[in-house]
């Protein structure tokens, strides 16, 4: 019986710009799988895996053999209905990155709680982002299918604003007592929040669009929320660090321009801000460092072992997930046009930040 698949390809220039390609699947080659995706996160985020494809390298996590137009990655859940790996049986189910589209086929090979993408294109990728967990290996699960969805919205997201804060704390917050967190209503910034709000005599003051300012406010882990255009009204007398989700280059600016050198550190981590304005090459105070999340993985590791690791950041993860239900409405959308739709409106800054929005291209 032939496999039919439906893909949403987008613009690799005009990201706004999508289509939806069916294709007949081929026979699976020795050593592949082939996964069924059952339904993916589709957040400000994933907009960013877009807007930052080339430069980082998503758009060659699932090439589309189409100049022009790319397969975003996105974080959900897919089962294996087709093996011709040995050792890998169809049946199971995985946690991990899946193009926007109905199947999708891989080169795998077993892992300790999993599986690892061992397609020649991936190679090149940080071993995190080629990892698969097997839902009965999974050290962060969550039965149920209100936990599946928000750990697809939330799950990557917390865990980089988990390992920046713990970046910081490691860095004795460069001297600060203040950190300003650029884009403060997106699910990464909150999630940072979170765990900072938890330090002791760390000030947390998140800077947020008018718009999402009440909501900020309302989500009770920053001390003082303001607008961009609140920036210095900010008191600039103590030393303090940045995060920026932002990715704007105006804002980032008026921080920089601000506080000078008393900003300590400024690292840079998103682009929610999409269609802003690059940063401008030279800026008064530090230098904007990106935060590279699999290198404090590395280090976390080295320092507490893996199973260390894996039990601070899944009671961490567990924690933010069951606070989520306090503010995080999950909406689902079914089916191709429907998916499109989505995309639209997250890429044009249209969703809500109280709203997580899991996507399945089945109607």
Known sequence: MTTRNITLQVNRAAHAETRLRESEMPELAAGQVRFRIERFALTANTVTYATTGDALGYWDFFPSGETGWGCVPAMGWAEIVESRHPEVPAGGRYYGWF?????????????????????????????????YTATDRDVFYQAGSDAEDRHALLRGLFITGWLAEDYFADNAWFGAERVLVLSASSKTAIGFARCADQRPRIEVIGVTAARNHAFTHGLGCYDEVVEYGGIATIPPGSPVVSIDMAGSGPVLAAVHGHFGDQLKHSMAVGLSHHDAPSRAASLPGPK?????????????????????????????????????????????SHGPSAAAATWREVHAGRAEPATGNVVSLWD
């Open 288 to 332: 904007p460092a990106f935060f590279f999340a699999p290198a404090q993985v590395k280090k976390r590791v080295q320092d507490w072992g893996l199973r260390g690791y894996q039990e601070r950041t899944a009671a961490a993860l567990g924690d933010f997930v069951v606070w989520s239900r306090e503010w995080l409405q999950v909406q689902h």
């Open 99 to 131: 193009p926007m589209a109905r199947y999708v086929d891989m080169m795998v090979a077993p892992s300790a709680d999993g599986l690892r993408d061992e397609g020649p294109h991936r190679a090149a990728h940080a071993p995190v982002y080629r990892a």
